[in-house]
Structures are given as structure tokens and as C-alpha cells.
């Protein structure tokens, strides 16, 4: 069975890239919105008796969910044996349970919404708390893969005496391997969360590392409240300025311009999500899993 490869505009750039390491053609499609801000899409390739990988990561998510829907959706009623979806970033997994009344599950129904439209998953280090596993959100085979290993590349590369950062204790497991793999030493902070805007961050005794440079790691920066607290704590313990890595850079405009004003070094990410702090690239990770699920 032969494989296609799909993708929506703004994920063109690193869809291109992964056809080129997996082999699998990239096709192409056609999409715009109508003056009333509803979608149209159109596949201009041949999908009959072929499995299609619809390359979209998901940040941004609400503009995007109805055009892969449509896709997967036109895909499959062209032709397609199988359709699955290569997410280098998946969003709504934060609300993983009612904080308060009421409160709608998104990420259940976000899973479940996926889960009927495509018949696998593939995926970067998505943002799983009190789950377990995607396997409790999503109903179709998926795999995950973790970027650890090019962070610490990057890190054994670029950082001169580096020192790996958590904000709190959350972050422990993660943050020590990828110092493992980097060969370098770690600290956790402590961080108290007063509410959606106020994060506060509290350092130990950083006196023995005044030579190193931090490097404060997260997963997902979005508003950059942790990590921005986190380069104050820094910053107050007189330590060089930070280098603040994220696997995913959801990063808001004054969510930048806060962090350098609060002392922050060079901001790093890695592809999943394009943006100007892009420097790791995670493309070459995704390719057995894809090639596993799609072919």
C-alpha cells in the first residue's frame, strides 16, 4: 500500500521536511476561507487505495480543528485506505479534570472528536498530567515521541558549563533526563501558584554555580508566567543570564518581551511549533513512528 503525505499551510515547511526523511510524496492541497470566515478545502492529489498522513501541528487549535476534520474527511471519502495524523504539537490536554464545576473535559472531547476522523496518532511530547498515557484520551493506535535527547544535544553543543533548571518538583523526572543526557548537573526550584497569573518562584543556594550557565526547560511556553518567574529567581541569585528552552513555543508577544526584560538569555525550542526561537529540529524523530503507522 502506497503512502501520501498532507498538510495544512502553516505546517508546509516541516511536512515538507519529514516527506524528504520518511520517503513518503508529499501531495497537495488547497484551502481559503470564505468572507464569512468559513473554511474550504481542496485535495488536489490522488488518495485512492493509499494511506495519508495529514501533517498539522496544533497549536492555535479552534482555527484549525475544522479544516483537518474537513481534510481527513475529504480524504477519506476520495479514496483513502487509512488516515492518520502526524500533531507535532496537540493541544487541549491541560483540562484533564474538573477544577471547578462545571467545567467542560476538553481534552476527552477534543480525543474523542480526533479519534472518529483519523485512525492514528503521532506525536511530540504532549502534555500529559494526570494521565497516563494518550491511550486514555484518545481511542486509535498512537505513539509518542519525546525530544529529550536533541535538547541535550543542543545543550552539549551550545551551553558552556550548563546547569538544567525546574521550576518546582513537577518537573523533576523530566528535567533529570535530559540532564543525563546532556551530562550536566540540575537544580529544582520551588514554585507556588497563586492563581491563573501569579506564579511565584523561590531558588535555593545557587553559590556554587555562579560559573555555570542556567538553562530553565519546560515543555510548553505559552504566557511564560513559570518560566518568567523562574528567570527573576535567577536573575535575584545573581546567576548568568538564562537560556529558556521549550519543546513547544507558544510563546505571546509580551510573554518575549518580558523574559529579556527580566535578564533572559537566548530562547530556544525546537520545530514543533514555528517561531523565531526555532533551533532544534525534531522532524527526524517522527520518522519511524510515522513510517510504522502509515505504511
Avoid at 133 to 138: I, K
Avoid at 220 to 248: E, Q
Amino acid at each position: 500500500m502506497s503512502a501520501l503525505m498532507l498538510a495544512l499551510s502553516e505546517t508546509l515547511p516541516f511536512a515538507r521536511h519529514l516527506s524528504e526523511l520518511s520517503g513518503i510524496p508529499l501531495g497537495q492541497i488547497e484551502t481559503r476561507r470564505f468572507p464569512d470566515g468559513e473554511a474550504w478545502v481542496r485535495v488536489e492529489a490522488d488518495c485512492k487505495g493509499r494511506s495519508v498522513a495529514l501533517v498539522v501541528s496544533l497549536d492555535r487549535p479552534d482555527s484549525r480543528l475544522l479544516p483537518l476534520i474537513f481534510l481527513a474527511d475529504a480524504v477519506r471519502d476520495l479514496g483513502a485506505t487509512r488516515v492518520g495524523l502526524v500533531a507535532p504539537y496537540l493541544a487541549y490536554l491541560r483540562q484533564d479534570r474538573r477544577f471547578h464545576t462545571g467545567e467542560a473535559l476538553t481534552s476527552r472531547t477534543f480525543g474523542g472528536l480526533l479519534s472518529r476522523y483519523v485512525d492514528w496518532l503521532v506525536t511530540i511530547d504532549p502534555h500529559l498530567h494526570r494521565y497516563t498515557s494518550l491511550g486514555q484520551v484518545y481511542t486509535i493506535p498512537n505513539r509518542v515521541v519525546h525530544a529529550a535527547e536533541a535538547m541535550a544535544v543542543w545543550i552539549r553543543d551550545h551551553v558552556d558549563r550548563p546547569l538544567l533548571v525546574g521550576p518546582d518538583e513537577e518537573s523533576r523526572q523530566w528535567l533529570a533526563d535530559i540532564a543525563s543526557r546532556a551530562g550536566a548537573p540540575y537544580v529544582i526550584l520551588s514554585k507556588v501558584r497563586h492563581d491563573d497569573g501569579t506564579v511565584e518562584v523561590t531558588a535555593p543556594d545557587l553559590h556554587d554555580h555562579h560559573q555555570q550557565t542556567p538553562v530553565v526547560v519546560d515543555d510548553i511556553v505559552s504566557s511564560a508566567r513559570t518560566m518568567l518567574a523562574t528567570v527573576k529567581a535567577l536573575t535575584g541569585a545573581r546567576m548568568r543570564p538564562a537560556v529558556c528552552m521549550a519543546v513547544h513555543a507558544l510563546f505571546s508577544a509580551q510573554a518575549e518581551e518580558q523574559l529579556r526584560h527580566a535578564g533572559a538569555g537566548r530562547l530556544v525550542s525546537t520545530n514543533t511549533v514555528p517561531h523565531a526561537s526555532n533551533a532544534i529540529d525534531v522532524a527526524p524523530l517522527l520518522v519511524e513512528a510515522v513510517n510504522e503507522l502509515a505504511l
